[in-house]
């Protein structure tokens, strides 16, 4: 069964620094992985979504990179601001069923 | 254009009592998923539903939880005597064509809370 761990499950930096969030998977086997974000009381949002033949995406201030032999991934979120805080979600799949983290909660500090 | 949306937002249902929830996915997509979203569990597959071939219900926790997509578009989960262990955000997603490499797109859940 494919597990999906994220470190820190909590993230908390000023306004302007550079954000680090990690996942890793057990089961190299994927053919994507997907990067969401999660505001309270809300559904996902997708920010990236990875083949599993890509190295990294890039959207943004966002970039995610995918090692898959090493079962990892890290979002870099570049010069934070206040409206990322949310908690971050990395999931992957090889069918359609997505395997999720528990997720990283960010709070960025004005 | 209009998202995935889900009704209701919130329901509260006493034990053992019947609920429905539905999920309205994004026009044209033809794939829909259901997930939990738990405090103990995390997020998880529940269901996934693609045109006309018929439904992967393997992560459905028990007989009490049934599904149905009517005419390809909106879907109803039903959860039977409900139980306290029930309670959490259940999440629709739709995506355009299924498969491994489609982007799911999230509603914004409905959150049961059984007492």
């Known amino acids: 069964k494919q597990e999906v761990t994220q470190i820190p499950a909590a993230l908390s930096v000023p306004e302007g620094e550079n954000l680090v969030l990690n996942c890793s998977f057990t089961?190299?086997?994927?053919?994507?992985l997907q990067w969401f974000r999660q505001d309270p009381g809300k559904g996902l949002t997708s920010l990236l979504l990875?083949?599993?033949?890509?190295r990294e995406q890039t959207s943004g201030r966002l970039n995610a990179s995918l090692d898959k032999s090493s079962g990892r991934s890290t979002l870099y979120i570049a010069a934070s601001q206040p409206g990322d805080s949310a908690t971050y979600l990395c999931a992957v799949s090889r069918d359609y069923k997505l395997s999720f983290g528990a997720g990283t909660t960010v709070t960025v500090r004005a | 254009g209009a998202g995935v949306s889900q009704s209701p937002s919130n329901k509260v249902t006493e034990k053992g009592k019947d609920v429905e929830l539905r999920c309205d996915p994004i026009s044209g997509h033809t794939a829909l998923y259901w997930y939990r979203q738990s405090l103990g569990q995390g997020l998880e597959f529940l269901i996934y539903?693609?045109?006309?071939?018929?439904?992967?219900k393997s992560g459905l926790p028990s007989d009490r939880f049934s599904a149905e997509r009517t005419g390809g578009s909106v879907s109803t989960l039903t959860i039977q005597r409900t139980q306290q262990e029930d309670s959490a955000v259940y999440l629709c997603a739709s995506s355009l064509l299924g498969g491994q490499v489609d982007t799911q797109y999230f509603g914004p859940g409905t959150r049961l809370t059984v007492l």
């Open positions: 539903f693609q045109g006309n071939s018929a439904p992967d």
């Open positions: 089961d190299s086997a994927i053919y994507n």
């Open positions: 990875i083949q599993s033949s890509q």
